[in-house]
């Protein structure tokens, strides 16, 4: 089987056997994303899809194989009765298989009926990846995130509605310095609101060829110091209210690595960062990846 350009997966799905079943994101204008950019968008045939399933299920690992993440960017946008082929290909190729995972746009999730998302859900999709990415609709605007915080939410409340497990991502420093309390408190209560499974951040990082990179470099957005990051999980962590939902900033962009379960270990977490500020015990910046 081979795969087509570089293929993404939250750290979480890395040992999961990973299908493309489209190939980039649809959306695609996220002003921060590079992700997919070299990529013309489009879904795959079932044809192609199921061919790599029945390829790999001859490998001798096969039947130890016990996650799959759906790639690319947003395989919800699929249609429900294909995607329920897959899945039940997956089962059948695959019995070992526990959960199968995508990420999902706010959009896709609500384009489908509460009664498609549970078919899924019975045919063995497990989670859904979201990138919310904030909860404050001027940055989501100036994003070009294509959705609001108030989509978002209903989005996430849809999908536990139906069964399916939410892993909800945000982006530290989205608000750029002139609105780092805005976008800690619309984030707290965004994930107050959803109370996902999982929710973490991630620190922004640009890349050139992204509209944001080029505000950058051209002085229209200011980028906060690893300082104001801090502050701002500080902010994010005093105000929100999600019990249960494990909460992480582990991803290879953050500069302090926070894990535990809010809402019980946030005295825990806040300890944490008040140590790493007081020290300033930052991971490097350049271990971030950050091109600029
Ligand atoms: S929806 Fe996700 S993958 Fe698509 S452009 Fe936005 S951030 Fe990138």
């Known amino acids: 089987m081979d795969y ?42 079932l044809a192609e899809i199921l061919a790599d399933l029945t390829e790999v299920s001859h490998n001798p690992y096969a039947p130890y194989i016990e996650k799959v993440f759906l790639a690319d960017g947003d395989a919800l946008v699929m249609k ?10 997956i089962h059948r190729l695959y019995p070992g298989v526990k959960r199968v995972a995508s990420y999902g746009t706010a959009q896709d999730i609500l384009r489908k009926s509460e009664e498609e998302l549970i078919r899924l859900r019975e045919a063995g999709l497990g989670i859904v990846y979201v990138g ?25 409340q849809k999908l536990k509605r139906c ?8 982006i530290s420093g989205l608000g750029g310095r002139s609105k780092v309390e805005e976008h800690a ?7 107050t609101a959803m109370n996902p499974e999982y929710a973490s951040f991630l620190t922004l990082r640009l890349y050139e060829g992204t509209p944001m990179y080029a505000d950058v470099v051209e002085g229209r957005f200011q980028r906060i110091t690893p300082d104001e990051i801090v502050d701002e999980i ?23 690595i926070l894990a ?11 300890k944490k960062l008040e140590e790493a500020k ?5 991971r490097k910046f350049r271990e971030t990846g950050d091109l600029l």
């Open 163 to 170: 069964g399916i497990a939410t892993s909800v991502t945000l």
């Open 185 to 191: 408190l619309s984030c707290a209560k965004l994930i």
């Open 80 to 89: 429900t009765e294909d995607l329920l082929v897959i899945l039940d290909a």
């Open 234 to 256: 500080e902010i994010f962590l005093k105000n929100v209210d999600s019990p249960g939902t494990v909460f992480r900033t582990n991803h290879a962009s953050n500069y302090v």
């Open 4 to 45: 087509e350009g570089i293929v993404y997966r939250p750290p979480s799905e890395a040992r999961s056997l990973i299908i493309q079943v489209t190939i980039g994101c649809a959306h695609n204008t996220c002003g921060f994303c590079n992700m997919y950019k070299e990529k013309k968008f489009r879904i795959r045939s």
């Open 260 to 270: 535990g379960t809010l809402n019980g270990d946030i005295p825990a977490m806040l």
């Open 278 to 282: 007081r020290t300033h015990h930052y």
């Open 132 to 156: 919310a990415e904030s909860g404050d609709n001027e940055i989501l605007k100036y994003i070009n995130k294509g959705v609001t915080a108030e989509q978002t939410i209903e989005a996430g």
